[in-house]
């Protein structure tokens, strides 16, 4: 990430903190480099396990060449992908959390390694989240090709999905 792009992408997360200055002061000075940030204002995150998460990723940077905010845990158990607001209240479907409104995230400063997660796609200041039919699609894909199906695999067992028309 370049200096703009990073700046862009701390100004585009830190507004959502009840104190944006406090929580740019935090990134730059706490050694963890992290901060606590709301769900539910400029995103939701769904954060899946591991054994769905990578595949889903690769799934999905196949299809969109940056497809949205996407971070990990250190020990590569869970990974979040940033979707639209009120994504969360419309999810159906289990082994997948929802991190929405009323909700908090732990967040590295952009283009730093943090502790305990880091970023896979960083923010790139613009607002663009994953679209939630495309990640839905991806983890459909992701969960067929698990069980050899391929494209075009059985939905069955795969982690939930979209509920509401148009995605």
Sequence with gaps: MTGSDVRAAVEWLASVAPDPAACRWEWERNPQGVALLPAGRRWDVL?????????????????????????????????????????????????????????WILVPYPGRVSG???????????????????????????????????LGGSRDGDGGGWSGAGG
Excluded: C, K, N, Q
């Design 116 to 150: 305990g997660v880091r970023w896979l796609i960083p923010p790139d200041g613009s607002g663009a989240l994953i679209d939630a039919t495309l990640l839905e699609l991806a983890m459909h894909e992701a969960a067929a090709v698990a069980r050899g199906g391929g």
């Design 47 to 103: 954060v899946l396990p591991r054994e769905l998460g990578y595949p889903t990723f690769d799934v999905l940077t196949r299809l969109v060449s940056r497809p949205g905010p996407v971070l990990s845990d250190f020990g590569d158990g869970r990974m979040g992908f940033f979707v639209p607001p009120g994504t969360v209240a419309r999810w159906i479907g289990t082994g997948v959390r929802g991190v929405g409104l009323g909700t």
